[in-house]
């Protein structure tokens, strides 16, 4: 093995220890009350978000019902087909096989953040130690770990997709980088397809920025076809997902009473400037540490890493832009903010690798440790009171599954008590817990949903029931 690689024994336990964290954290985590459970039924275009689920609802329960759901939602709800494809699938299979999948997803995502940092060439010889950063990266200040990373629509729709756009667009970072290596799949259109029907405030800056390149290329000599196929694909399924005739159906339900669009605009702008606020606080010693960096390694860096330096800043700038575009989305939920902060953390990762490259520091050896023996502890103590929180919540569910199958007969109205994470394991878990909560209005859409996925009359929360059981709740 030459020199600078390190041998992939350490590598492979690093991602095995990652997979099973992540897996047991998805085993642990049922499927979340509301959108999970809506989605476990056939799409016909009559239910949807904010209304119950009608009587005649019927389960998923064939690939012939996931892919005529698909279909109708496309044509009545949404235009995210290929996020909607797999969400549908695996709620009909059902979220055992979910879990293998979305553990293997979150290592996919540390690993082209790996490959991204160090120029975009997929190799499995990634230094253990800056796996653990990029898990660490992930884990500590990602605002929506839990609807992100566990649950089955989340993570379908902010994972995957950033998963399959990543790995879309470190083929131009190569190519940008050493021009020749982009080292395309032949199916490049259709991976381009697939990245652009995914998310509509996502996609525009990539598209922007790949013609740009492409244009920048052709003024330095040929263009690679591969290129201009997987821009084509990228701008196709974009187009997709914005023509989608859901897109105008949801449009004109939002724009309805209340939740008007248009006269709206004032009160959704303070409560989206409280939201933008908090993101970009959570990502202050991220950008404090990239400015600082940029200016000290902008002087000593030679050309190839001055390149990489660019690419760093083009993903901080998709943060930033990606991030502001949510003030034009009819609604900025903290969750959305998840794509922008693997830009940033995939730009803060470039940096590190481009001093490591310059053996140079912004810290003495002594804080470095320090900063070591800090985070570990953090790490070590927020997944422990995480992993107490996801057991009594899978406790939690697994009673509530037997109260309800002993009062599935009974056609009442179940009431249990909510599990409700108390303040001081909220913030020594660090947030990394969703609580699991019903309405007391039996009527909601999110109580509908369950109660039709399991056969009962309704369910509601009850501030006097006494199950299931929860360890910390009021008796």
């Known amino acids: 093995m030459s020199k600078g690689q390190y ?19 998805n085993f642990l985590q049922p499927l979340a009350i509301g959108d999970d459970y809506l989605y476990s039924f056939v799409w016909t275009g009559e239910q949807g978000f904010f209304t119950p689920l009608p009587e005649d609802a019927r389960r998923l329960s064939s690939l012939a019902d996931v892919f005529s759901s698909l279909w109708e939602h496309y044509f009545t709800h949404a235009g995210r087909t290929v996020i909607f494809l797999p969400i549908f699938f695996f709620l ?5 096989f979910f879990n293998f999948f979305n553990a293997t997803l979150t290592l996919l995502l540390v690993l082209e953040i790996a490959w991204i940092a160090e120029g975009g060439k997929a190799k499995l010889t990634v230094k253990p130690t800056r796996i653990l950063f990029i898990f660490f990266l992930l884990w500590t200040f990602t605002l929506v770990f839990a609807p992100a990373f566990l649950w089955v629509t989340g993570s379908l729709n902010y994972l995957w997709p950033t998963v399959l756009l990543l790995e879309f667009l470190r ?43 492409i244009r920048r290329r052709r003024r330095e000599g040929k263009v690679p076809t591969w290129m201009v196929v997987g821009l ?17 159906v949801r449009w004109a339900e939002d724009s309805q009473g209340s939740n008007n669009y248009i006269t709206d605009f004032g009160t959704r702008a303070y409560k989206y400037s409280i939201t933008l606020l908090l993101v970009f606080f959570d990502q202050f010693i991220l950008w404090y540490f990239l400015l600082r960096s940029w200016w000290r390694l902008k002087a000593q860096a030679a050309p190839g890493d001055f390149a990489l330096m660019q690419v760093a800043k083009i993903f901080a700038v998709a943060d930033l832009a990606i991030t502001l575009v949510m003030y034009l989305s009819p609604e900025f939920p903290m969750r959305s903010s998840f794509p922008g902060m693997v830009y940033i953390f995939i730009a803060v990762t470039v940096i590190v690798e481009v001093q490591q490259r310059l053996s140079l520091s912004l810290l003495t ?3 470095r440790r320090l900063l070591y ?36 007969g009974e056609n009442k109205i179940i009431e249990v008590q909510n599990m409700t994470i108390p303040d001081w394991l909220d913030k020594a878990s660090a947030k990394h817990v969703a609580n699991m909560q019903f309405k007391e209005d ?7 949903a369950y109660a039709r ?23």
């Open 7 to 25: 041998p992939p024994l350490g590598t492979t336990l690093t991602l095995i220890f990652i997979y099973a964290f992540m897996f047991g954290l």
């Open 92 to 96: 009909w299979v059902g979220k055992e």
């Open 171 to 213: 083929r131009y970072e190569r190519e940008f980088l050493v021009p020749g290596e982009g080292n395309a799949p032949p199916y490049m259109f259709g991976l381009g397809l697939m990245a652009g029907w995914t998310n509509e405030n996502t996609i525009w800056f990539f598209i922007i920025l790949v013609g740009l390149f």
């Open 232 to 248: 084509l694909g990228l701008i196709l399924g974009y187009v997709l997902l914005l023509a989608a005739p859901g897109n105008m």
């Open 365 to 367: 050896k002594n804080a």
């Open 373 to 408: 023996a800090v985070g570990t502890l953090y790490m070590v103590i927020t997944a422990v009171f995480s992993y107490y929180a996801m057991t009594m919540k899978w406790q939690y569910s697994v009673e509530l599954n037997t109260l309800v199958a002993r009062e599935k």
């Open 442 to 448: 039996p009527n909601s859409w999110q109580n509908v």
């Open 453 to 475: 996925y399991h056969g009962i009359k309704g369910i509601k929360s009850s501030p006097h029931a006494k199950e299931p059981f929860v360890p910390w709740g009021d008796r």
